[in-house]
C-alpha cells in the first residue's frame, strides 16, 4: 500500500506530542505514505516557555519531532511547516487532502481532561479524514488486536473499514465489539418482564453484527475476526477491550446520534479517557 496522501501530525513541544510524532512514523511507514509536521503559532502561547523567539522555538520543536520520525523510519519522507493559528483550524484545513491527523492527548500545551471543549473535539467534529490521539508515554503493544466499535450506523460502517484495513497493514486479529442494553429506567416490574426476552434480544444483536461484518470479511479474507455481542454500555464495553490494543476504531458518532450531529458522546467520552492510540472516523460520502 503506498499513497501521496500525508499523515498531518499536530506538533506543540510537548512530549505527547512527541509521541504522535512516533506513532505517525510507524503507520505512514506500513501505509507509504509522507509525513507532514505542522506548527501553528499564536501569538500568546509562548510567553515563559523559553528565551527563544517564538519563531526559533517552533522550529526546533518542528526538528525534534522530524528526528522522531526518522528514529523510527530512517529516510522517511517528512516535512515540516509553520503556519498561523489557530492549530485547531489549519488541522481541519489540512485534513481535506490528508491520510489521517494525529495528535497527542495533551493538544497543543492544554491537558486534554481539564476542557469541556478540548482540541481534540473540536478537531474530531470538522476533521474530513480520520484523526487519532495519541496517549502520552503508553506504547502500543505489537501483538495486540484493533478494536472497533460497530453500531449499524453509516459512520460505523466506515469506521469498520476502516479498522479492517489497519488490521490488515499490522497483521494482527480485529475485535468487533457490538453492545446492546435493555431501555432503562423502566420499573421492577416491567424489567422482570423483559428478562426473558433478553436472550432472544442477544440473539438478534449476534446477527447484526455478523451481518455488518460479513461484507467486510469477504474483502479482507486474511483479517481474523473475534465478535463481541455484550449487554454493556458502550464507553466501557470498548474501554475494556482497548487495554492492550494497538488501535481502538469508532465513528464519530453512532445510531442513537441525529443527522447533523458532528460528534457523538461515546467517541468524545473515548477521547478523554482511551488507553490507547483512538481513531474517530467521520462520515464521508
Request: charged letters at 25%; glycine letters at 8%.
Given at each position: 500500500?503506498?499513497?501521496?496522501?500525508?499523515?498531518?501530525?499536530?506538533?506543540?513541544?510537548?512530549?505527547?506530542?512527541?509521541?504522535?510524532?512516533?506513532?505517525?512514523?510507524?503507520?505512514?511507514?506500513?501505509?507509504?505514505?509522507?509525513?507532514?509536521?505542522?506548527?501553528?503559532?499564536?501569538?500568546?502561547?509562548?510567553?515563559?516557555?523559553?528565551?527563544?523567539?517564538?519563531?526559533?522555538?517552533?522550529?526546533?520543536?518542528?526538528?525534534?519531532?522530524?528526528?522522531?520520525?526518522?528514529?523510527?523510519?530512517?529516510?522517511?519522507?517528512?516535512?515540516?511547516?509553520?503556519?498561523?493559528?489557530?492549530?485547531?483550524?489549519?488541522?481541519?484545513?489540512?485534513?481535506?487532502?490528508?491520510?489521517?491527523?494525529?495528535?497527542?492527548?495533551?493538544?497543543?500545551?492544554?491537558?486534554?481532561?481539564?476542557?469541556?471543549?478540548?482540541?481534540?473535539?473540536?478537531?474530531?467534529?470538522?476533521?474530513?479524514?480520520?484523526?487519532?490521539?495519541?496517549?502520552?508515554?503508553?506504547?502500543?503493544?505489537?501483538?495486540?488486536?484493533?478494536?472497533?466499535?460497530?453500531?449499524?450506523?453509516?459512520?460505523?460502517?466506515?469506521?469498520?473499514?476502516?479498522?479492517?484495513?489497519?488490521?490488515?497493514?499490522?497483521?494482527?486479529?480485529?475485535?468487533?465489539?457490538?453492545?446492546?442494553?435493555?431501555?432503562?429506567?423502566?420499573?421492577?416490574?416491567?424489567v422482570a418482564r423483559r428478562v426473558g426476552s433478553w436472550q432472544r434480544i442477544r440473539e438478534e444483536e449476534k446477527l447484526l453484527l455478523a451481518d455488518r461484518l460479513a461484507g467486510w470479511q469477504r474483502k479482507y479474507p486474511d483479517?481474523?475476526?473475534?465478535?463481541?455481542?455484550?449487554?454493556?454500555?458502550?464507553?466501557?464495553?470498548?474501554?475494556?477491550?482497548?487495554?492492550?490494543?494497538?488501535?481502538?476504531?469508532?465513528?464519530?458518532?453512532?445510531?442513537?446520534?441525529?443527522?447533523?450531529?458532528?460528534?457523538?458522546?461515546?467517541?468524545?467520552?473515548?477521547?478523554?479517557?482511551?488507553?490507547?492510540?483512538?481513531?474517530?472516523?467521520?462520515?464521508?460520502?
Amino acid at each position: 500500500m503506498s499513497t501521496d496522501r500525508p499523515i498531518v501530525v499536530g506538533i506543540d513541544g510537548t512530549m505527547e506530542a512527541r509521541d504522535a510524532a512516533r506513532w505517525s512514523a510507524a503507520e505512514a511507514m506500513r501505509r507509504g505514505a509522507p509525513v507532514l509536521l505542522l506548527h501553528a503559532m499564536v501569538p500568546g502561547d509562548y510567553a515563559g516557555t523559553s528565551h527563544k523567539k517564538p519563531e526559533k522555538l517552533a522550529s526546533d520543536w518542528l526538528e525534534q519531532a522530524a528526528a522522531d520520525v526518522r528514529a523510527v523510519w530512517p529516510g522517511a519522507p517528512v516535512s515540516a511547516r509553520l503556519c498561523d493559528g489557530p492549530a485547531e483550524a489549519e488541522l481541519v484545513h489540512q485534513s481535506t487532502h490528508a491520510a489521517l491527523v494525529v495528535i497527542g492527548t495533551r493538544g497543543f500545551g492544554r491537558p486534554l481532561e481539564s476542557l469541556t471543549d478540548s482540541p481534540a473535539i473540536t478537531i474530531a467534529r470538522h476533521v474530513e479524514c480520520p484523526l487519532v490521539t495519541v496517549p502520552h508515554d503508553r506504547p502500543a503493544p505489537p501483538d495486540g488486536a484493533v478494536v472497533v466499535g460497530v453500531d449499524g450506523s453509516s459512520v460505523s460502517e466506515q469506521a469498520t473499514g476502516f479498522a479492517f484495513e489497519e488490521a490488515k497493514l499490522r497483521h494482527c486479529p480485529l475485535v468487533a465489539v457490538h453492545t446492546w442494553s435493555d431501555v432503562a429506567l423502566e420499573d421492577d416490574h416491567a424489567v422482570a418482564r423483559r428478562v426473558g426476552s433478553w436472550q432472544r434480544i442477544r440473539e438478534e444483536e449476534k446477527l447484526l453484527l455478523a451481518d455488518r461484518l460479513a461484507g467486510w470479511q469477504r474483502k479482507y479474507p486474511d483479517v481474523h475476526v473475534l465478535r463481541v455481542v455484550t449487554q454493556d454500555r458502550p464507553v466501557r464495553s470498548l474501554l475494556e477491550h482497548a487495554a492492550g490494543a494497538q488501535l481502538l476504531v469508532v465513528g464519530s458518532r453512532g445510531r442513537g446520534g441525529y443527522e447533523g450531529m458532528l460528534l457523538g458522546s461515546t467517541s468524545q467520552a473515548l477521547l478523554y479517557s482511551c488507553p490507547c492510540p483512538l481513531a474517530v472516523v467521520r462520515h464521508t460520502r
